[in-house]
């Protein structure tokens, strides 16, 4: 029997005619020389961090769960752990996040029944919801619901008062082991406090009850003698009178608490817990010292400038523009812990976001420095968020170069929109990217500091020879960046004309195409706003002198928004219109993530069809942007998609097995290549016995010989511990009988 080894890139396995022809891959990407290692992980905003073993290999790997935007819906982001013990080495693993349930403003991951696997610890209305890790090496990542909602009793020494553990959908509970007995216990602000309830596990020391149990108390509903609010820590304080449980008459006195994120973690290493404590107000994290005991806590002191303590210095303090919290997790699989800050929050750092401290201590008392502050964000292209990402020839070497825009990266104090230039330093049919500005166009220079969005769409839409850019800033505002460079020279955009066309969108958060949509060989405009419907302005000027009028503001039975109950009535759209032979398709992204497929009519004002509302199972996180165009030469379109996370995804048509279907593999002589990606040896296999193996070629992305060797064999394993980290072409000549032929696989050295 066959057996067919599929690459790690292979996602999506193409077999109706709905979908389109693409697969999850990957292209090289350099950003300052260095060869990023998850170009096309997404980005990175408002998350949470958790470790976890996704693939039951025994190491730690990160799980993040990132608000991204303002919604309430967020998405999980899958990095397996690639490296040695004492390296932080990841690699995106997009399919893991699928894994995951549906889930909403926040989520962490804790082995709540000492099985060494992490659960699922996440949000829902009125508290605490968990999920059981149920999976295993042979049958993957698994969850199951075992609590949809945990509970605690609130008068412990009397009638019992049941009702949930509160613990809001802005901030995260402390979920650990507080008073030492093996179980994870809660702390938690109530709706209408200011002090930290303290609701403890009776799981380990209840002879009758399972490890899966778990079984609360109110343990303390003033733990560690403290109050907090408006970002200020009251030491030796008393609680005063409250009632056994949250009702709905107390929630309704008014909310005094809300958000704030909690984290216990044992600084000192004298076995109670301590306590970093981050407000929704508030701009820095407060650390608390505790110097009670692991079952009668006691603050008695704080500071503002943590990790520095007891020195208290500001050199090294944890400080975002709002709301930081913090993770304390295992970052380079050494065994010993490190800390993650980053905020919670829309709106707030986001290109440098995930801010990293590493434990140097040799004792039991942690020594945190810090690091970096984009963590895993370095890896890969990053933009801050909403990013839009476009292709054209942008230095006029006849191949097609990558240019992103979007929301803005956080500079200074708020938003300041960015060009980034990708230029192609590849070849036609295997492209790679080099980033060669992060100010493109001198975008800084041009657009004033109340602008915070810049949305970019190329075309030549004077007819001179050259790309021009429209470009949507704030969402509203649609100017032209005329390219005077002429036809076949590299772009220089000189001349900005602000609001030049003063258009009026019906509607705010504008995202513009151009496209020749009635094929008159003038581009016309179309723009996808924040209620998901498409305008459609036609070119009214000449070839040389663009004029615009619009034909609809609604293509009928278009509607880029998800549901209503999660995002409301906005869509958020992004408009991809193309040709696909005489007629014309669209694809549209919209504030879910996912894309919708359409087949759009000569005329405007009549129905449009829809195909798939999720073409090819895609979803990526929240605001997708898609740009679909051929990039590898071949004739056939690449999905380029862009996402509230400031980052980009890539999907190409030639992603191995892309239309291959396993009932005509069998035809079809091959070789495999696996693993894929590789660290040390790769195996090289042909596809039949009577099929030998005559010689390998490596080339590097530049289609250079690194590495070459006779082979004369069915099977081979090749070591690779000579090549850098990078993405690479291995040619595998093949014989079959008398017949002699080449494949072409690609190769990533990890």
């Known amino acids: 029997m066959r057996i067919v080894f599929l690459s790690y890139f292979l996602l999506i396995f193409i077999t109706g005619q709905s979908q389109l022809l693409i697969g999850v891959d990957t292209i090289s990407v350099l950003d300052n020389n260095y060869c990023l290692k998850m170009p096309w992980a997404g980005g990175i905003n408002a998350a949470t961090f958790s470790n976890i073993d996704l693939n039951y290999d025994g190491k730690n790997d990160i799980v993040i769960y990132d608000k991204l935007n303002s919604s309430a819906l967020g998405a999980f982001k899958c990095f397996v752990n690639v490296g040695n013990p004492g390296q932080t080495k990841y690699q995106h693993a997009p399919q893991l996040a699928q894994k995951f349930p549906l889930t909403y403003n926040w989520a962490l991951l804790y082995d709540y029944n000492n099985d060494n696997k992490a659960d699922l610890f996440c949000s829902v209305t009125g508290g605490i919801q968990v999920y059981k890790n149920i999976g295993n090496a042979s049958s993957g990542l698994q969850f199951v619901m075992t609590y949809s909602l945990l509970y605690s009793n609130y008068n412990p020494s009397g009638a019992p008062s049941i009702s949930n553990i509160y613990s809001g959908p802005v901030g995260l509970p402390a979920i650990s082991d507080i008073d030492g007995d093996g179980d994870l216990d809660i702390l938690t602000f109530s709706p209408s406090g200011t002090t930290i309830e303290f609701h403890r596990n009776l799981s380990a020391e209840t002879p009758s009850l399972t490890p899966d149990s778990m079984k609360y108390e109110l343990g303390n509903p003033c733990w560690g003698s403290i109050s907090e609010g408006n970002c200020v820590v009251t030491l030796n304080y008393t609680c005063s009178s409250r009632p056994q449980k949250e009702t709905e008459a107390n929630k309704a006195e008014g909310v005094l608490h809300s958000g704030a994120c909690l984290m216990a973690f044992d600084r000192d290493g004298d076995g109670d817990k301590d306590i970093i404590l981050a407000d929704i107000s508030c701009t820095t994290i407060e650390y608390m010292q505790n110097d009670g005991t692991a079952t009668n806590a006691f603050i008695s002191d704080t500071t503002k400038l943590f990790p520095s303590y007891p020195n208290k210095s500001s050199t090294t303090q944890i400080e975002f523009n709002s709301f930081p919290c913090t993770y304390y997790m295992d970052v380079d699989d050494d065994n010993k812990k490190e800390l993650v800050a980053t905020p919670n929050t829309f709106g707030s750092e986001n290109a440098t976001s995930v801010w990293l401290y590493k434990n140097t201590s040799t004792t039991n008392t942690l020594n ?15 933009l801050g968020q909403m990013s839009r990402p476009i292709i054209f020839d942008a230095n006029g070497d006849g191949k097609k ?11 200074n104090g708020a938003r300041r929109p960015r060009f980034y230039l990708y230029e192609n330093i590849g070849t036609l049919a295997q492209p790679a990217f080099s980033c060669t500005t992060k100010d493109y166009g001198n975008l800084s220079s041009v657009l004033n500091g109340s602008i915070i969005s810049a949305f970019p769409a190329p075309g030549d839409i004077d007819n001179d020879g ?16 005329e390219n005077t ?24 958060d504008g995202i513009p195409q151009l496209f020749d949509f009635d094929k008159d060989n003038k581009l016309d405009l179309m723009v996808a706003t924040k209620n998901g419907k498409i305008y459609y302005y036609h070119n009214v000027g000449t070839s040389s002198t663009p004029s615009f009028s619009l034909v609809t503001n609604a293509f009928p039975n278009i509607a880029l928004k998800g549901d209503f109950f999660v995002y409301g009535l906005d869509g958020y759209g992004s408009p991809h219109f193309y040709n696909e032979g005489s007629t014309t398709k669209l694809l549209g992204g919209c504030v879910t993530g996912q894309l919708y497929y359409f087949d759009i009519p000569s005329i405007a004002t009549n129905t449009c069809t829809l195909i798939d509302s999720t073409a090819n199972g895609i979803f990526e996180s929240t605001y997708s942007t898609p740009w679909y165009e051929d990039i590898n030469n071949d004739g056939k379109p690449d999905l380029f998609v862009g996402n509230a996370g400031g980052g980009v995804s890539f999907y190409s048509s030639k992603a191995p097995d892309v239309g291959i279907q396993e009932n005509s593999i069998s035809t079809i002589h091959t070789a495999f290549i696996y693993p894929n990606p590789a660290n040390n040896f790769v195996n090289i296999k042909s596809g039949e016995e009577y099929v030998v193996i005559k010689e390998v070629e ?16 069915n099977e081979y394993q090749m070591n690779i511990n000579d090549l850098p980290e990078g993405i690479y072409l291995v040619n595998v000549k093949l014989q079959a009988n008398s017949n002699q032929y080449t494949i072409t696989k690609k190769l990533i050295k990890r």
């Open 401 to 411: 170069d990558l240019l992103v825009g979007g929301g803005g990266i956080y500079l």
């Open 368 to 382: 945190l420095q810090f690091v970096k502050n984009n963590f895993l964000q370095d890896e890969m292209i990053e």
């Open 466 to 481: 050259d790309i021009d850019l429209f470009v949507i800033t704030n969402g509203y505002v649609l100017s032209w960046y």
């Open 698 to 713: 490596v080339l590097n992305i530049l289609s250079q010989q690194i590495k070459k060797e006779i082979v004369n064999k």
């Open 485 to 508: 460079a002429g036809a076949g020279n590299p772009c220089n955009f000189t001349n900005y004309k602000s609001n030049f066309f003063n258009i009026n969108f019906p509607s705010s």
